[in-house]
């Protein structure tokens, strides 16, 4: 579906913008150990089913943590809206604590490889990378980061566009 290459400027005017094509955003949530609640909580106020629902001990061996973490989700997808996704998961010890303020993470989706590495690189600039992009075991080109103003942000291209 060809994208409109204008944005209304406010001045009842039309800028045209650079890029024709744009990146879906999502946003991510982040729990300690209450994803599963949540999530489940927010499909009986939306409605539907989960697109996608992994656990930690889902992942390959390498990847897994502590036993007590494996029955967490690792990754969980809820269709709220015609293009909207709400994201979450759990947050294993290694990854630090997690608090009200820095559970909410923008997950974009780029169309191409290239385009990944550009936004990536772009936004990650003067920030603190957390996991550098890379081919991931469940099929994407994956990483996260932390801007310079301290907002989280996963990229995760993914042919198939599994969220």
Known sequence: MPHDSRIFNGTNTFLHLKNH????????LTFKDNC??????????????????????DSPAEYQGAESERKKIMHVALPIGQKTILLGS????HMGPVNQGNNVSIA?????????????????????ITMPMSDAFWG??????????????????DKGHQR
């Open 140 to 157: 994407a080109y994956f990483g996260m980061f932390t801007d310079k103003f301290g907002i989280h942000w996963m990229v995760n291209f």
């Open 108 to 128: 974009i989706h780029p169309d191409t490889r290239e385009e990944a590495d550009r936004l990536f690189n772009g936004l990650s600039a003067g920030g603190r």
């Open 21 to 28: 094509a744009m990146a879906e955003i999502s946003t991510y």
């Open 36 to 57: 599963e609640e949540a999530f489940n909580f927010y499909k009986s106020v939306f409605g539907g089913d989960f697109q996608t629902i992994m656990r930690f001990g």
């Open 90 to 93: 759990d947050s294993p010890e």
